[in-house]
């Protein structure tokens, strides 16, 4: 079955590979992508000089747009830009948008919102489409009917205590499917440098500080890549001694860097909605070491592709026993659970059930031709060897 489907683009930004500091703008490029190639109409509406692979690229503002909205701003070194819901590049967003679906929009067709609360305007001019928010991993949205989330973590606070108290829910149609990357994007590698690698934004809650206080007490160096400086995540001892700030990055040197690091260190002091990063590590061969909350808790496998940590000391020893860890578990788990195309049959599971409450049957739809509910499978990796102890594959046969 093929569907018809209009992607939202970031107002502020460009629907483009190189735009890679933004994981919301990725997700586009990918999605696009992704769809498309399993026979999907794909209709963008973004800037005019995106290039994401589609049907129909729509272009409904431009560089003068940008420009009027964040004058002097360079997204190639400064990452995305502050942006507000009343300046001109989102008016004008809104304005174009709601009128080109208008020309385009036939009946049972769907409206990706892929950046919530943002793009709400839009869905409120076209109710007569079908609503869906496909990767929340924002605070802020929430408001479709049909809502995909990254990570288990992210859809229970969205939830709440109430879904426990009130022993009822309504979340039939409220979904976990993962983040997806283009394995062509990465190069596995197991021969690493010797440096850790912190990739993202350079602020307190990715764990900056917590990433240089580690490297300081192992030994080693530090590649800090990604928008922001360290102002203000000052630590006992000089950084600059063993780290080294490269700004933001391109898509080139960001392959580069993961596949060489030993180890990524993603020390977020938030609830991760997914974090990009650690998948990318993984599909490189790169070991993780994260927190032990919010989406790694689910995807990074604690002694597999990486370690958790909750103190200090934790993270130490982490960092210094990585090579434990075996690359080859890091790249299997990672693709077999979150290429394109394993993630696309969990998109047309879903945009299959919910066609259904509009032309079927809804829930009670039957489906005498089903011969597997692999949606849901994760697939664990190769090489995790051990018995059913410490296995947790072995458990299950």
């Excluded at 997700?27 to 769809?35: A, P, S, T, W």
């Amino acid at each position: 079955m093929s569907f018809r489907f209009h992607v939202l683009a970031v107002p502020h930004a460009v629907s483009v590979p190189e735009y890679s500091s933004c994981a919301f703008t990725q997700k586009v490029v990918k999605l696009g992508k992704m769809l498309k190639s399993r026979g999907h109409t794909v209709i963008h509406y973004g800037h005019e000089d995106s290039t994401v692979e589609c049907t129909e690229n729509v272009g409904v503002t431009n560089n003068e747009d940008l420009e009027i909205s964040y004058p002097g701003h360079d997204w190639r070194t400064m990452g995305w830009p502050v942006y507000r819901l009343d300046d001109h590049a989102y008016q004008k967003f809104y304005a174009r948008t709601i009128e080109e679906i208008g020309k385009r929009k036939q009946p049972g067709d769907f409206l990706l919102c892929t950046f919530g609360a943002n793009h709400k305007p839009i869905a409120e001019a076209h109710p007569d489409m079908i609503i869906v928010e496909p990767g929340i991993g924002y605070p802020h949205g929430g408001f479709a009917r049909f809502r995909v989330f990254e990570s288990y973590s992210t859809l229970h606070v969205y939830r709440g205590m109430d879904n426990v108290a009130s022993g009822t829910n309504d979340m039939w149609y409220d979904v976990v499917i993962p983040n997806y990357f283009d394995l062509d994007d990465f190069d596995y590698c197991e021969e690493k440098d010797d440096y850790f690698l912190f990739l993202g934004r350079v602020n307190s809650g990715k764990g900056i500080h917590i990433a240089l206080q580690i490297v300081r007490d192992v030994g080693g160096k530090l590649l800090i890549a990604g928008p922001g400086g360290l102002t203000g995540h000052e630590i006992d001892g000089d950084p600059t001694e063993f780290a080294t700030l490269l700004g933001a990055v391109g898509p080139a040197e960001r392959r580069k860097l993961l596949s060489k690091a030993k180890a990524v260190l993603t020390p977020s002091i938030f609830l991760e909605p997914f974090c990009g990063v650690q998948i990318e590590a993984m599909l490189s061969g790169t070991p993780v070491i994260s927190t032990d909350w919010g989406a790694f808790a689910e995807y990074n496998l604690h002694g597999v592709t990486g370690y958790r940590c909750r103190t200090f000391e934790q993270f130490v020893w982490a960092a210094n026993n990585i090579g434990n860890i075996d690359p080859r578990n890091c790249r299997t788990w990672a693709e077999q659970n979150f290429s394109l195309d394993r993630v696309a049959d969990m998109y047309e599971e879903y945009f299959t059930s919910v066609s259904h409450i509009f032309n079927g049957k809804g829930w009670y739809e039957p489906n005498p031709g089903r011969t597997d509910l692999n949606w849901l499978y994760k697939y664990p990796p190769a090489n995790w060897g051990g018995t059913a102890h410490d296995d947790p594959a072995a458990l299950h046969g």
